[in-house]
């Protein structure tokens, strides 16, 4: 059974940084992209990033570009983001999604950041 | 830049009833780039539909995708009581992925 697990959500301060994880098991992580999408309180989905098969090229929605990172790891087959400059318009539940072409397949729980002034 | 608009906002229905979930792009898009995803509370979401009409795995069959060009729509044959949820659209292009607004189902 494929499984995506996050971690690293927390409350953090406007301006701060934060790390999320994402572990995988139940496929062979190298052989997919891997994106993370996020959800605002009450709101819809917005993707966020993309990452390759081999961690060489990576996609960003306009609005965290230059903010965020994301990377890979595949001999652990974990997933990264870092976040950096967050604002409060950055609080939202972050998940890990597995891409299968131009879809999400499979999806973590999910961890709430939360961004407090 | 496409933009995807869901209507009705909100849909109420009765269980064995069949909802109509319409998805509509700002521009014309590829019809294999088009899926759907069923959300409910408290949990992620999950693929319905890819390719505008084939079912994710382990999806029944009283759910189905049509459409072309601009105008996609999911159909919910049968209402069941777990299938009250919100559904939002997705489309891909050039390395970027667009959601819809969502259209939230809900009993009558």
């Known amino acids: 059974e494929e499984q995506l697990l996050e971690s690293g959500g927390t409350l953090v301060q406007t301006g701060g940084s934060l790390r999320l994880s994402c572990a995988a098991s139940?496929?062979?992580?190298?052989?997919?992209?891997m994106s993370w999408v996020r959800q605002a309180p009450g709101k819809g989905l917005e993707w966020v990033s993309l990452?390759?098969?081999?961690?060489?090229?990576?996609y960003y929605t306009d609005s965290v570009k230059g903010r965020f990172t994301i990377s890979r790891d595949n001999s652990k087959s974990i997933l990264y983001l870092q976040m950096n400059g967050l604002g409060v318009e950055d609080s939202a539940v972050y998940y890990c999604?597995?891409?299968?072409?131009?879809?999400?397949?499979?999806w973590g729980r999910g961890a709430l950041v939360a961004v407090s002034s | 830049e496409v933009v995807l608009t869901q209507s009705p906002g909100t849909l109420s229905l009765s269980p064995g009833e069949t909802a109509t979930l319409s998805c509509r792009a700002s521009?014309?898009?590829?019809?294999?780039?088009l899926a759907w995803y069923q959300q409910k509370p408290g949990q992620p979401p999950r693929l319905l539909i890819y390719?505008?009409?084939s079912r994710a795995t382990g999806i029944p069959d009283r759910f189905s995708g049509s459409g072309s060009g601009t105008d996609f729509t999911l159909t919910i044959s049968r209402l069941e009581p777990e299938d009250f949820a919100v559904y939002y659209c997705?489309?891909?292009?050039?390395?970027?992925?667009?959601f819809g607004p969502g259209t939230k189902v809900e009993i009558k």
């Open positions: 997705q489309h891909y292009i050039s390395a970027v992925f667009i």
């Open positions: 999604a597995k891409v299968l072409s131009n879809r999400f397949d499979s």
């Open positions: 390719g505008t009409s």
């Open positions: 521009q014309i898009v590829s019809s294999s780039f």
């Open positions: 990452i390759t098969l081999s961690g060489g090229t990576t």
């Open positions: 139940g496929f062979i992580f190298g052989h997919f992209a």
